[in-house]
């Protein structure tokens, strides 16, 4: 089973949901976490994971050679993403707006594109708590984060139950990682920011085909309109947190909640417990 | 016209809150909602829409299995695992770059445009918005901030507005990018935990590497006073000025539920500190 922790909004609480629901499950069955948020991941700070591999994710860029080039043109027609320009005497590559597609070098008349690869982030594989852990890491100024969230996807193992802490948003990132989730476990807050997200959210999931549940965080803190919304759109609400200023700051500085609370262990089985039942 | 975009790596820690408590003390000023994603600025502005538009931002590979002769060129060009082994084109992993259409011998795959988001333009009780969602499961969010900058930028000529405010999103990639393009400044929205100072790193990361000039505040600065220190001490080795901090206060969240800001509620302690901070980032860049 793949389960995808995912919330439109950003800082809603997927990755403590993410950590505890992983922790508590590794106690029961092979599990396995990949933390796709690859630009900004913060599964490590509460996993600390041992990271024993080290994996760098490129994309082809092209490279002219000016003795052979003609200056056709036909390259920057061919491209779709305005990455190259053909002057007079002189092409301009623009590196962050090419998809490293290859077309310019197919459509090169005069052969004279050669590719080379340029790293858009890396992965770092390793194990945290007995369990295999991995996350990816764009680098910084890099746009492209789907190659590195679909390059550590290929590190899924059908043996193991997957967690994989999703980005936040409704874009490309958010979109490679709940692709082929069984269940996309959507992690809100009680406010209208949190349901405007939500509602983003699902809209997401169920255009992949990907089953929804609810997590409510730091529940109290505004009104109950998404529970509403939940009721309305019949989407299982699986697990409530209160608002609880110990919980923020157990958070904060990077304690696990079911280490230091372990009465919550009950909770986040009976979440995957849920989660298993919706999906079998 | 000088900008401000509100930037803050990760997620939730109040860009928005600050964003719309900046649009009640600004004169003149036009926003921009960036967070294409997850717009949410709206939700505080009353917003009357005045002007809308699909936006058409990816070309999606489609195939006529008429004349298709089955040869595997497709599949084997696509670097993007979007042309399965059986040749159908997933609209997902397509890239819509058109080098399938390039390889195919019989002429069967075009490229079609896609409409991949909404725009809009809007008088608000704040005034002028521009913003935009993307449609479910549609991608290319950082070509739809750019649209976004663009029609904020033709509402700022209009209306001659001496800034302009633009919310954006979490993260540090294409949509942070594209936001981050020709601002004047942008102001970093974090709190005291580890996830927000390490995410504060890399978007300053993002921030220098475009050489905008930037300032901090630390929201909820009294969850964790030690981490909150490590975040003011990190900032003075970088050069980052600390516009202040802003207590944990449940205001906030009941302004939002109302469709305010913390800034337009009798005693609230955030408000006052909001205040605090836009005069110090006034003074700072004005």
């Given amino acids: 089973m793949r389960i995808a922790i995912a919330s439109g909004k950003g800082g809603t609480g997927k990755t403590t949901i993410a950590v505890n629901l992983a922790i508590t499950l590794a106690e029961q069955e092979p599990i396995q976490f990949l933390d796709c948020d690859v630009e900004e991941p913060n599964a490590h700070l509460f996993l600390n994971p041992q990271f024993e591999d080290r994996q760098a994710v490129v994309k082809l860029l092209p490279e002219v050679d000016e003795g052979k080039c003609t200056h056709c043109g036909a390259c920057a027609e061919a491209c779709e993403f305005n990455a190259m320009a053909v002057l007079r005497d002189k092409v301009l590559v623009y590196p962050e707006l090419c998809h490293g597609c290859g077309r310019c070098r197919m459509v090169c008349p005069a052969n004279a594109i050669r590719e080379v690869p340029h790293e858009l982030g890396i992965i770092e594989s390793g194990s945290a708590r007995g369990f295999p852990f991995s996350h990816g890491l764009l680098n910084v100024g890099e746009a492209m984060a789907t190659p590195i969230i679909h390059t550590l996807k290929e590190g899924l193992d059908t043996e193991r139950t997957a967690i994989l ?67 309305k759109e019949n989407i299982p609400i699986m697990l409530s947190i209160p608002f609880d200023r110990q919980i923020a700051f157990l958070y904060s500085e990077g304690t696990v909640l079911v280490d230091a609370q372990p009465e919550w262990k009950d909770k986040f089985l009976a979440l995957a417990a849920q989660m298993k039942g919706m999906t079998a | 016209m000088k900008s401000i975009l509100f930037l803050s790596g990760k997620g939730g820690t109040g860009k928005t809150s600050l964003a719309g408590a900046f ?264």
């Fill in chain 1, 165 to 231: 802490d999703a980005p936040p948003g409704t874009g490309c990132p958010t979109i490679a990682a709940l692709a082929n989730a069984n269940i996309a476990l959507l992690v809100t807050e009680p406010t209208p920011f949190g349901l405007h997200d939500l509602r983003a959210a699902v809209g997401v999931a169920r255009a992949l085909d990907v089953p929804v549940a609810v997590v409510i965080n730091r529940d109290g803190i505004g009104d109950d309109q998404v529970t509403h919304y939940c009721h």
């Fill in chain 2, 23 to 286: 649009a009640v003390l600004t004169n003149d000023k036009v926003l921009a909602d960036c967070d294409v994603d997850a717009a949410n600025l709206h939700l505080l502005l009353a917003p009357r829409v005045v002007n809308e538009g699909v936006y058409q931002g990816a070309n999606l590979a489609v195939k006529d299995d008429d004349a298709c002769v089955r040869c595997g060129r497709c599949h084997e060009v696509c670097r993007f695992h979007a042309v399965s082994s059986s040749y159908e084109i997933d609209p997902y992993l397509c890239e819509g770059c058109g080098a399938c259409v390039t390889a195919c011998p019989a002429d069967a795959i075009k490229l079609v445009i896609q409409d991949t988001g909404r725009w809009f333009t809007a008088e608000s009780r704040l005034g002028p918005l521009a913003g935009a969602e993307l449609l479910p499961g549609e991608e290319t969010s950082g070509k739809l901030v750019a649209h976004v900058k663009q029609k904020a930028a033709e509402l700022s000529e209009a209306a001659k507005a001496e800034w302009l405010l633009i919310d954006g999103s979490p993260g540090i990639g294409c949509p942070v990018i594209a936001s981050a393009s020709g601002v004047d400044v942008v102001v970093l929205v974090t709190e005291p935990t580890l996830s927000g100072l390490h995410d504060l790193r890399r978007v300053l990361g993002v921030v220098n590497h475009f050489s905008i000039p930037a300032f901090l505040v630390t929201n909820k600065e009294d969850l964790n006073p030690a981490v909150a220190k490590e975040i003011g001490t990190y900032a003075e080795e970088e050069g980052l000025p600390l516009l202040g901090g802003i207590p944990y206060d449940p205001k906030v969240t009941k302004a939002m539920v109302a469709g305010r800001s913390a800034v337009e509620e009798d005693g609230s302690p955030a408000g006052v500190a909001m205040r605090e901070i836009f005069a110090r980032l006034m003074e700072a860049i004005a």
